[in-house]
């Protein structure tokens, strides 16, 4: 009886550690999220839902930083998905040789922070006197020599290029992991039946993997909801706000002392985020089931 109360006791610690120092204070920040809390008096009153009301009818864009946020999350879950999936399939079952040599090549760039990416990126892309455009113009490719990170219209594609850069080679991991789990004999007697490669990614391979395809879309779902740190080094929010998402305006309001409407933001990010990851679960599970 006593060796069997033991995971019991080590079970209420891990509760007991999880709810002091996760739930009590994501608790205590969602009620600040309806008071005016902020740096300019101690006093604090509820408000109800002032500040939910501010974020959607607010002229400061917060709608729009969402949608930056949003489409930055679905841009890097597709690229990085369709681009970790093509490498993953080309070093599990077409290249042979130095194949985890290449490997380790391509998930070198996950290893290192995001902070160093972003400011190695920052140097590249610099207009004026960046790698990129210093190279295209040594090579008379003037017109490609563009404002990557000061262009309105290149600014988020830029950041979401960078991103995708470092993070599918860790997708690519994942999926080859994946593949490398499913029975050779599906494809051997798919190879006996003739079967086409289109045939046998599309019945054999894509089912097979669809458990491990969620794993990493709902990892890239809930990293680009929250993405910060990129966007903040390469171009703070800007030019004009186009890169502005979520975190980087939660960043600013509580800079400049609005911690209600900055913890409004954040608790209202974060129901986004489980809906989306739960549906997102869902789904996917569907079509693996079916």
Same mark, same amino acid.
């Given at each position: 009886?006593?060796?069997?109360?033991?995971?019991?006791?080590?079970a209420?610690? #891990?509760?007991?550690?999880?709810?002091?120092?996760?739930?009590?204070?994501?608790?205590?920040?969602?009620?600040?999220?309806?008071?005016?809390?902020?740096?300019?008096?101690?006093?604090?009153?509820?408000?109800?839902?002032?500040?939910?009301?501010?974020?959607?009818?607010?002229?400061?864009?917060?709608?729009?930083?969402?949608?930056?946020?949003?489409?930055?999350?679905? #841009?890097?879950?597709?690229?990085?998905?369709?681009?970790?999936?093509?490498?993953?399939?080309?070093?599990?079952?077409?290249?042979?040789?130095?194949?985890?040599?290449?490997?380790?090549?391509?998930?070198?760039?996950?290893?290192?922070?995001?902070?160093?990416v972003?400011?190695?990126?920052?140097?590249?892309?610099?207009?004026?006197?960046?790698?990129?455009?210093?190279?295209?113009?040594?090579?008379?490719?003037?017109?490609?020599?563009?404002?990557?990170?000061?262009?309105?219209?290149?600014?988020?594609?830029?950041?979401i290029?960078? /991103?995708?850069?470092?993070?599918?080679?860790?997708?690519?991991?994942?999926?080859?992991?994946?593949?490398?789990?499913?029975?050779?004999?599906y494809?051997e007697?798919?190879?006996?039946?003739?079967?086409?490669?289109?045939?046998?990614?599309?019945?054999?391979?894509?089912?097979?993997?669809?458990?491990?395809?969620?794993?990493?879309?709902?990892?890239?779902?809930?990293?680009?909801?929250?993405?910060?740190?990129?966007?903040?080094?390469?171009?703070?929010?800007?030019?004009g706000?186009?890169?502005?998402?979520?975190?980087?305006?939660?960043?600013? /309001?509580?800079?400049?002392?609005?911690?209600?409407?900055?913890?409004?933001?954040?608790?209202?990010?974060?129901?986004?985020?489980?809906?989306?990851?739960?549906?997102?679960?869902?789904?996917?599970?569907?079509?693996?089931?079916?």
């Amino acid at each position: 009886m006593k060796n069997q109360a033991y995971p019991f006791y080590f079970a209420s610690g #891990a509760l007991l550690l999880y709810g002091v120092f996760f739930v009590l204070p994501s608790l205590l920040g969602f009620a600040y999220a309806f008071t005016d809390w902020n740096s300019y008096t101690t006093d604090v009153h509820w408000i109800g839902f002032d500040n939910f009301i501010t974020i959607f009818t607010s002229t400061k864009g917060y709608l729009r930083y969402l949608q930056n946020t949003v489409v930055f999350t679905v #841009a890097t879950i597709v690229l990085k998905t369709v681009i970790a999936l093509g490498l993953a399939l080309l070093l599990t079952h077409g290249v042979r040789r130095l194949a985890n040599l290449y490997r380790l090549l391509m998930y070198l760039p996950a290893v290192l922070p995001m902070l160093v990416v972003s400011l190695v990126f920052a140097s590249i892309l610099d207009p004026a006197t960046g790698l990129l455009n210093t190279s295209l113009r040594a090579v008379g490719l003037d017109l490609l020599a563009l404002r990557w990170l000061t262009d309105i219209q290149l600014a988020l594609p830029s950041v979401i290029g960078v /991103d995708v850069w470092r993070g599918v080679g860790y997708i690519m991991v994942i999926l080859i992991a994946g593949l490398q789990a499913i029975p050779k004999d599906y494809y051997e007697a798919a190879e006996i039946d003739g079967a086409s490669g289109w045939t046998v990614f599309t019945h054999i391979t894509l089912p097979m993997l669809m458990p491990v395809l969620t794993v990493t879309t709902v990892l890239n779902l809930l990293y680009g909801l929250k993405v910060f740190d990129i966007v903040y080094v390469l171009t703070n929010g800007g030019p004009g706000r186009v890169t502005e998402t979520v975190y980087t305006a939660i960043f600013q /309001d509580f800079s400049k002392g609005r911690y209600g409407l900055a913890t409004a933001l954040s608790s209202l990010l974060f129901v986004v985020m489980v809906t989306l990851g739960y549906y997102t679960i869902r789904l996917m599970h569907r079509e693996d089931v079916s």
